[in-house]
């Protein structure tokens, strides 16, 4: 069984979201998805709409998702891999690069963003149809 994992915040789930999950499940057999906890997102410099609990129910309600655990600092990535038996670890391509210390313990693969797509820009366009 090849097992996937991807990180991320996934606040106000969109396709880009979807699409990113999509991909990385049709890469292996069970996707697991590291999700920011509302205190690491602060040190990301994020506010989520949804709290923890809720982007993580969310994130469960997705048929390409098995699992999801917390994220809870930059730190416990290479920890995660080795504890879950990680063959692939996914992210979108604006991240090319920064992970590439994993290397050592698995493949690691960039994908194409989602254009036109983002959470920012949803909260920017909501914020212009408000005015
Ligand atoms: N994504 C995408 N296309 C978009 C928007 C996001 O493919 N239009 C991807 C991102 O590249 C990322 C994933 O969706 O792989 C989650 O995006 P965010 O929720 O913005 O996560 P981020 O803040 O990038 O956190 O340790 C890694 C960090 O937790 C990543």
């Known amino acids: 069984m090849k097992t ?3 990180y991320g915040t996934f606040d106000l789930l969109h396709a880009g979201h979807i699409n990113i999950l999509r991909r990385a499940k049709e890469m292996g057999d069970y996707l697991i998805v590291a999700i920011s906890s509302d205190e690491f997102n602060a040190l990301k ?3 989520a ?3 923890f609990e809720d982007r993580k129910m969310i994130l469960e309600a997705i048929k ?3 699992k999801v655990i917390p994220e809870d600092n930059w730190e416990q990535k290479i ?3 080795q504890k879950y038996n990680v063959d692939l670890f996914v992210m979108g ?3 090319e690069g920064k992970f590439d210390f994993l290397s050592d313990y698995c493949e690691v693969c960039y994908l194409p963003r989602t254009e036109g797509i983002s959470t920012t820009k ?3 366009d909501l ?3 408000q005015r």
Request: aromatic share 16%; no cysteine; charged share 40%.
């Open 4 to 6: 996937v994992i991807t």
């Open 45 to 47: 410099g994020k506010k």
């Open 49 to 51: 709409y949804y709290s």
């Open 64 to 66: 390409y998702v098995d």
């Open 79 to 81: 920890e995660d891999v």
């Open 93 to 95: 391509h604006d991240w």
């Open 122 to 124: 949803i909260k920017e």
């Open 127 to 129: 914020k212009q149809v």
